[in-house]
């Protein structure tokens, strides 16, 4: 699986996006080509290397003639619609600007058939949006991790007039993400890179673990401390060399407790996978002065942390959770169904690496067939893998 990691070093917009796409190895040529299927009349990309601190890096202009002011969403919608691009670049485009839209309608108590763009309705930014996803396209990527996003502080000047840093409508589209400041006051994440960001990213947080085959740096126009450059780590996961097997980055979320009631920790595990934990676990440890006490492990996807991490502490006694980024490598699965003397059951079925499979019944399947049919569990069991093992044999697998 070919994976991207957007590293934000000074922050992010959508032109340093582009250009970081091309530095890592997308011919600006295939980009040029593609974006003529927006159709839209003066516009043209600009290509140079430029030199942002010690780092070369690739800098993309959107040079465009635009003599529109602000644009509606209907307006924004019948020009991707009428584009010629892949139905789901055009889907993704139009779910962005609908994004803008509703920040925008958010932060001016307006609805969003009100709302018109200025800067993010331009020719410019229809092309970044488009672009950046064009560009990710043409590259085969599959996967998007994103770094914490680095947010200044000040104002800056608008359409609206004198706005606050971060701006609005970046904030509004950030929900979700985790963030920090820095000293700067200088506007480090766009509008539109937030929109693009929050939408693409699968994850979070640290660089995943893949094997790299390109790096590309994208140079912006801002003046900042360090060097004003996005930078792309681009690669392939471990699922490339075999299919069947997925890699993923995860949060681990963990606590010692030794001071709850026993009878919470059902409970609490029900609130936690209700709430997306992909696993809840208790192992029971020695603490600090012999005491007996229990390990409880939250295994999640890492955009839920944070909510889960609120639930531990609202739900637990516990007073601080450790939280640590794990690789998961699981197989891909499928599901299918077997006829059975106790009706229809659920099979899990996994192919592994090196050839061959394994299938497992649904439990909660086979748990309702042998309570409905008074048998025990086990026959439910061992009917549901004759069915499935018959089924194979007759279709020769």
């Given at each position: ?132 996803l064009l560009a ?53 994440v766009t509008p ?151 009706g229809t059951i ?52």
């Open positions: 699986m070919k994976i991207i990691y957007f590293d934000l070093v000074s922050g992010a917009s959508g032109d340093m996006m582009l250009g970081a796409l091309v530095d890592a190895g997308l011919p600006f040529t295939d980009l040029q080509q593609a974006l003529l299927g927006l159709h839209l009349p003066d516009f043209e990309l600009g290509l140079r290397r430029v030199m942002r601190g010690p780092f070369a890096a690739t800098k993309v202009d959107v040079k465009a003639a635009d003599t529109v002011q602000a644009r509606h969403l209907p307006e924004i919608r019948s020009l991707i619609l009428a584009a010629d691009l892949p139905a789901g670049i055009r889907e993704r485009s139009l779910h962005i600007f609908e994004r803008m839209i509703e920040a925008e309608a958010g932060i001016h108590g307006q609805p969003a058939e009100h709302v018109h763009l200025h800067e993010m309705g331009a020719v410019d930014t229809i092309v970044d949006v488009t672009g950046v990710l396209h043409l590259l085969g990527v599959q996967r998007v991790a994103v770094s914490p996003v680095p947010l200044g502080r000040g104002t800056l000047a608008s359409s609206h007039g004198q706005m606050p840093l971060p701006a609005p409508a970046t904030v509004a589209l950030l929900r979700g993400a985790p963030v920090f400041g820095v000293d700067h006051a200088v506007e480090t539109t890179a937030a929109a693009l960001l929050t939408e693409l990213a699968d994850e979070f947080g640290a660089i995943p673990a893949m094997r790299l085959s390109a790096v590309g740096y994208g140079a912006g126009d801002r003046l900042t401390p360090e060097p004003n450059v996005l930078r792309v780590l681009l690669g392939e996961t471990a699922a490339a060399a075999s299919p069947d097997l997925q890699v993923e980055t995860l949060s681990l979320l963990e606590t010692n407790i030794d001071d709850m009631n026993p009878e919470v920790y059902g409970y609490v595990q029900e609130r936690l996978l209700a709430a997306g934990a992909l696993d809840v676990y208790l192992t029971p440890i020695l603490m600090k002065k012999g005491r007996p006490a229990t390990l409880l492990s939250v295994l999640c996807q890492q955009a839920e942390a944070g909510s889960l991490r609120a639930a531990l502490f609202d739900e637990t006694t516990t007073l601080g959770v450790r939280t640590t980024e794990v690789t998961r490598h699981c197989l891909a699965r499928s599901v299918e169904q077997v006829a059975t003397p106790f659920r099979v899990k079925l996994v192919q592994l690496p090196g050839g061959g499979s394994k299938a497992a019944p649904e439990y909660e399947d086979c748990r309702q067939a042998a309570e409905a049919h008074g048998v025990p569990l086990r026959l439910v069991y061992e009917a549901a893998m004759l069915a499935h093992a018959s089924e194979r044999a007759g279709a020769g697998q």
